[in-house]
C-alpha cells in the first residue's frame, strides 16, 4: 500500500446514501460504511450532512474532488473536481448503472480537504449531532 | 519465544521482565492491545499489509494475551515445504485436480503441483477439511508460482460460500510469497486454495505450485476495522510544526528577509544537534521573520509549549512570537538571555544559553483559537519589530517545536524533529494508537465470551484530548446488560473519566471529576457482579468505588468496541497507549506490576 492521505468528506444528507453506495462499490470492504458521522447546523441535530474523516489509499482520494480553505476568501476553493467519468465506469464494473450528471451532481455538493474535521466543520457551520444516548 | 522489545513467552510474576501475559495465565477472558509492537498491527483489516511505519493507519490490532503470531497454533499442513513429501492439509480434498510433488519451478527443491484433471470448464482447486473453527483466526501463508496456461486467478476462499479473501495472483511464470490472516467466521469453514471460477485449463496441465504452505491460528481477541477512513493511526508524532530542522522550505514563509540558508547549527541540552537557518534581512522598512506558512491546528483552550533556537547574528533583540487570535510575542536580549517584552497571556518564557550565541527559548499558551502561527524575528530594540532593514544583518533559528504542554511531561525529549508529516524523529516519543474523535473505532472480529466470569479489570494508557463529546475508550457489546466500559469524558463537557459494570440489570457507574482534557493517565477499572462493586482508579489511586446493585449473572458474549459505542457513536477523542481487559479482578503484585507497565508506556510515573 503506497502513501495514504488524509481526506474529511462531507456530503449533504441528499447525496449521502449515494455518496456511501458508491465508496462501498469502488474501494469495496474498506469503502464500506463511510459517511457514517451525523453532522448538522446545531449539536441537537437534525442531521443535515455526513462526514468521513481518516486516512484514505490514494488511488481513491484521487477520484474525489479536492478543495481548500481560502481564509481570505472566507470560503473554499476546488483545486481538483474530481474523476466523474472513472467514477461512473467504476461503478459500472461493479454492477452499478449511474447517470454521469448525477455523479457530477454528487461532486458538486460534497466537501473534501486535507484538514482537520474540527476546521471542516467550524468553516463549513456545522456540528458533530450528538447522539443522546442515555446512562450510562 | 520473543515477542518483541524484550518480552517473553515465559512470564515472570514479578522483576523488570514482568509482561502483561502474567495475567492470563489461568487462561482469563480479555486481551492485551499493545501499539509499541509492530508485529501485531495491519494497515488492513484482512491482515495482508503490516503496519510498518508512524502515520498508517491500524485495520487489524492483534491481542498479545496469548502470544498472537508469536504463539501460533498447530500447522495444519504437513510438509509444506514438499522436501520429505508432498504436502497436505488436514482432511484435504480436490476439485478437478491432483495433487504431486516435483521439482521446483525455477529454483531448487521441490513443490507441490496441482494439475487439472479435466479440459472441461471447471474450478481446480485444494480444500482443507472442515477444520477452520468458527470464532477464531487463521495465519495462511506459502508461496505460488502460476505457469502460462494454470489459472488466470490464484485465490484463498471459503469453499463454504466461495467468498475470495485477501489474495489475488495474477502474476505468471513467478513465485509470488502470501500471508493471509483470515478473521473469525461465525461458523466453521473449509479452505480453498486455487480459482473457484470455472475456467478451462487443459487436463494434466498445472493450474499452479504452491510450497512453504503453513496454515495456523493465531490465538486472540482481535480488533478490526474495515473501513478505511474510520482506523486508528499509529503515531509517534508530538511537535506539530512542520520542517523544523529547515526554515526554508515551503513550510516556512519569510517576512521582510533578503534571503534564508541553512548554516550552522546549535547543540541543545539533550545533545541533540539542530540544523540553523540563517535569516537575512532585506531593506523594507517592515518586520523582519519568518514565519510558517499558514496554520497549525490546534485545541482552543489548551495549553501549547512553543520552543525554538534562536542565534544572535547582528542584533540584540529576538523575539519568539505566538499568534492566535492575537499576537503574543517573548522578546529576549540575545546578548544576555535577559527577556523583554513578554505578552500577557504567555507564561513560562524561558531563555536558557547553548552556547556560541545560541538560544532555547520557550514559552506557554492557552490557544484561543484553533488556527496558530509561530514566528520569529528581532528588532533594534526591546518590542520594535518593524524597522529598516540594511539587507545584510541576520539571525539564525531553528529546531521549532510546537507540542501540547502535557505532552512535554511523559518523559520524552523536548525536541522532536519533524520533516514533514510522515517523517519525524521516532527514538523516544511514546507510541501509540491516535482516534480521532469522530469516526476512529474498532471492534472484535468475534465476539469476547465473557460468560464464565462476573470479575473484570480494564486497564489503559490513555490521553483524552477532548472534552467536547462524551466518548468511549472501550465497552462490551453495544449498550448491553452483562457488559462492561471505560469513558472519557462520561458526558458531553464533562471533565471525568468513567468505568461501569453491568450485570442482569442496574448498572453501577463511577465517574470522578475533574480531569479536563487534556490529561494523560493509567485509568483502572476493577468491578465484579455479584458483591456488587465498580472502582475507578488514576494512576494506581483509587477514586471512586460504587456498590450499587449490577443485577446478578456473568458479563456476556458481545463484541468488544474500543473507540467508538457500537462502531457507531460517542466516539473517543484521544490516544491508547496500552489496553488489557481481563476477565478477572487484578489484585496485589500483579495489579502494581500491571499498572507500572502501562505507566512506563504511557509516560505516566506513579
Known sequence: MSAWVHRTMIVPQAFRSLAQQLCAGLAGLSGTGMFDVDLGTTPSGPTTHGMSTGLIQPQFAGLMPLDKWDADAGAYTRLD??????????????????????????????????????????????HMVQSGEGMP | MPLGFGLSLNPRRSGASWTPLTLFLAGEQGGWYDPSDLSTMFQDSAGTTPVTAVEQPAGLWLDKRLGALSALGPDQVTNGDNEAAVYAITGQSFQNATLARAASPSGPGFAGQLASSTSASASHQHNSGLIMLAGRTYRITGRVYVPTGGVANFRLFDNGDGSWFGLNVTAKDAWVPFSVLRLPKASTWQLGIGNNDNEVIASGTAAFWVDNLSIREVPGNHLIQPTAPNRPVYSKRYNQALSTDDLTTASWTASGLLSRTVTGSATLPTGAVVPLTRCVENTANAAHRVQNTGNYTLTSGQEYVVSAVVKKGSRTWHYLRFDDASSSFLWFNADTGATGTVSAGLTSPSVVSLGDGAWLVSARRVTNAAAVQVLIGYGTADNSATFLGDGASFFDAGGVDLRRTIHTQMGMPAYQRVTTATDYDQSGFLPRLAFNGASSGMYSAASVDFSASDEMTVLAGLTKLSDATRGMIVELGPDTTASFAMQGPHNNLATTWAFYSRGSGGQALVAPSPYPAPETAVIRGLAKISAPSSAIARNGVQLAITAASQGTGNYGNHALYIGRRNNASLPYNGDIFQLIVRGALTSGADLTSAEQYVAQRTGVTL
Open chain 1, 81 to 126: 473536481p474530481g474523476q466523474a467519468t472513472a467514477i461512473v465506469a467504476g461503478a459500472a464494473a461493479v454492477g452499478v448503472t449511474l447517470p454521469l450528471a448525477t455523479v457530477q451532481a454528487l461532486l458538486a455538493a460534497v466537501r473534501v480537504a486535507d484538514e482537520p474535521w474540527q476546521q471542516a466543520q467550524q468553516q463549513q457551520g456545522l
